[in-house]
């Protein structure tokens, strides 16, 4: 059968590219979803049954966001070179694996390991960078959309209250069995099913700049590219953004004289309205460009954040989170776009995984510095305005982004 090489910018999806959309969301939804809907609902057992403070709990989380960032890179080379099939499984395991871990000891050195050894790799193998370049591979129209439609926050707004009742019901123990069981029930058979690439890919051909195998841009080119540093920096704003108000969110309240009720349901605002933004913006980044949707972004919420400087109102804030919200769930598909616009759909996995660990430091300070700067002035006027400015900067650095002429794409054979 002969076959003719044909741009996959202007050729239609392959006919399972909706599948591995598929495979992609539920990975996705149930690692992120499960681990990160689970935690705060588990706390109270977790200090009992260990016998640890609050901040010990607490430091799970921590080292799985620090394992999870760390990691990024070396998983976004590895993605890039082996069975991404393999993977995602590999991600499944580890999933299974942690939540045996916290379900049959009471060890608290354990219970780290559980987050930072298996939850943390799991995080970027099939819970972020495996879903996100497994549809990049797979989508060549309305890339954006499908990235935000992967990402929908589905599994992470129901986790909660359904495994509190469960709880109340069955005990610690038996809901993190059944949370290992989901796991393994769900994930391992439907990731063995992922088919890396589309038929007939072909690598894209080097253009003036040596390339890896796989046609994709090596860490150290990429971390060369001022393009790349430009988009990487304005998608963590909006990064920054969403751990700095997911994180303060209730003492902030507090501090504009609203109930600790009424702080709680922003929070709840926030999360909800996001679920919009994935979507929304994954379909403005596939009609603007994913450079220029960050630049939308930025530009979207200096103004939002600057209205939580005017000390407005219960309903305003509450409209204005929600509006936050939803630009911070924008940053995925917008920064994917972006970087497959421009480096090529090859370089995605690795580009994703450097921008992860570049985000760490702001998202520790935002966390960090934000609390402090608010405890010492009695105000949080101070982080407020450095999100602004952050915010003032991500549009110039959006706007720069998107110049220059768009990578080479791989070629897609076709009968």
């Known amino acids: 059968m002969a076959h003719s090489a044909v741009p996959t910018s202007d050729a239609p999806n392959h006919p399972l590219a909706v599948r591995m959309g598929v495979i992609a969301g539920v990975s996705h939804n149930v690692?992120?979803?499960?681990?990160m809907g689970s935690f705060s609902v588990m706390l109270a057992s977790v200090q009992a049954r260990l016998g640890v403070k609050l901040e010990e709990a607490s430091a799970g989380i921590l080292l799985m966001l620090i394992g999870a960032s760390a990691l990024a890179p070396v998983i976004g080379v590895l993605v890039a070179r082996y069975s991404l099939r393999m993977l995602l499984m590999l991600g499944g395991v580890l999933t299974v694996l942690g939540y045996l871990l916290l379900g049959l000891t009471n060890s608290y050195a354990l219970y780290l390991a559980a987050y930072g050894l298996c939850f943390g790799p799991a995080m970027s193998l099939a819970g972020s960078i495996g879903p996100a370049t497994l549809v990049t591979r797979w989508f060549n129209r309305n890339r954006g959309?499908?990235?935000?439609?992967?990402?929908?926050?589905?599994?992470?707004?129901?986790?909660?209250?359904?495994?509190?009742?469960?709880?109340?019901?069955?005990?610690?123990?038996?809901?993190?069995l059944t949370l290992a069981g989901i796991a393994a029930v769900v994930m391992l058979p439907l990731t063995a099913l992922t088919l890396d690439h589309p038929p007939g890919y072909v690598p894209p051909a080097a253009t003036g700049e040596k390339?890896?195998?796989?046609?994709?841009?090596?860490?150290?080119?990429?971390?060369?590219?001022?393009?790349?540093?430009?988009?990487?920096?304005?998608?963590?704003?909006?990064?920054?953004?969403?751990?700095?108000l997911g994180s303060l969110l209730v003492p902030m309240g507090e501090s504009w004289d609203f109930t600790r009720g009424e702080a709680a349901l922003l929070a709840s605002v926030m999360s909800t309205v996001g679920i919009v933004g994935s979507v929304l913006f994954g379909w403005i980044a596939d009609k603007l460009g994913g450079a220029r949707t960050l630049a939308l972004i930025g530009f979207d919420c200096?103004?939002?954040?600057?209205v939580l400087l005017t000390t407005p109102s219960f309903p305003v804030v509450a409209v204005t989170v929600g509006l936050i919200g939803m630009h911070g769930a924008a940053?995925?598909?917008?920064?994917?776009?972006?970087?497959?616009?421009?480096?090529?759909?090859?370089?995605?996995s690795r580009g994703f995984g450097l921008n992860t660990v570049i985000s760490l430091p702001?998202?520790?300070?935002?966390?960090?510095?934000?609390?402090?700067?608010?405890?010492?002035?009695?105000?949080?006027?101070?982080?407020i305005t450095g999100m602004v400015i952050f915010f003032a900067i991500a549009i110039l650095l959006g706007l720069y982004a998107s110049t220059g002429r768009k990578a080479a794409e791989p070629e897609a054979a076709q009968a």
């Open 362 to 383: 702001f998202m520790g300070v935002a966390m960090i510095g934000g609390s402090r700067i608010a405890r010492e002035t009695g105000s949080f006027a101070v982080p």
């Open 331 to 348: 940053a995925i598909p917008a920064l994917g776009r972006a970087l497959t616009d421009t480096f090529g759909q090859p370089s995605y």
């Open 211 to 244: 390339r890896t195998a796989d046609g994709s841009l090596s860490v150290g080119q990429l971390l060369a590219q001022p393009r790349f540093w430009a988009m990487s920096l304005a998608n963590v704003a909006s990064t920054t953004s969403s751990v700095m």
């Open 302 to 306: 200096a103004i939002l954040w600057g």
């Open 145 to 176: 959309l499908a990235l935000g439609m992967v990402h929908l926050p589905i599994v992470i707004a129901v986790v909660p209250v359904g495994l509190n009742a469960f709880i109340s019901s069955y005990g610690h123990v038996a809901a993190y």
């Open 31 to 35: 690692v992120i979803g499960t681990v």
